[in-house]
């Protein structure tokens, strides 16, 4: 599997941005789709990830009612809106696809993007 992540950018703080993962290379039926994130000096962290095959979504703590995330069959896209944007969520934001069981964990994701930056001013 093949991830592009784009979107990122500069915005000020309140604003939104929607970021995008096209993936290519093989059917996401049975696979995770997540992003992360890696802010400077930070590990990097779970953001939020769905389910290809059934649509099923979850967050992290800190992004939930402010991020949403989606996917498009036709495209081979997943999709991570950003509302209400908080200088602390400037960091790298990274798709990823996997097949294991514990999607809030990086290890559990074989395939990666390059990463999009994200910088919110305040």
């Known amino acids: 599997v093949q991830l592009q992540a784009y979107g990122g950018g ?3 703080a309140g604003g939104s941005l929607r970021l995008s993962c096209a993936a ?8 995770v789709m997540a992003w992360f994130r890696q802010a400077p000096g930070k590990e990097r962290e779970f953001v939020s990830a769905i389910r290809w095959i059934s649509g099923s979504t979850y ?3 800190s992004v939930k ?3 949403t995330i989606s996917r498009d069959n036709a495209k081979n896209t997943v ?3 950003m509302n209400s944007l908080k200088p ?3 960091a790298v934001y990274y798709c990823a696809a996997g097949a294991g069981t514990y999607f809030r964990l990086p290890q559990a994701y074989n395939y990666w993007g390059q990463g999009t930056h994200l910088t919110v001013s305040s």
């Open 59 to 61: 967050y992290a703590d």
């Open 24 to 31: 290519s290379g093989r059917t996401l039926s049975n696979y």
């Open 10 to 12: 500069l915005v000020q």
């Open 88 to 90: 602390e969520d400037t």
């Open 79 to 81: 999709y991570l809106q």
């Open 65 to 67: 009612g402010q991020f």
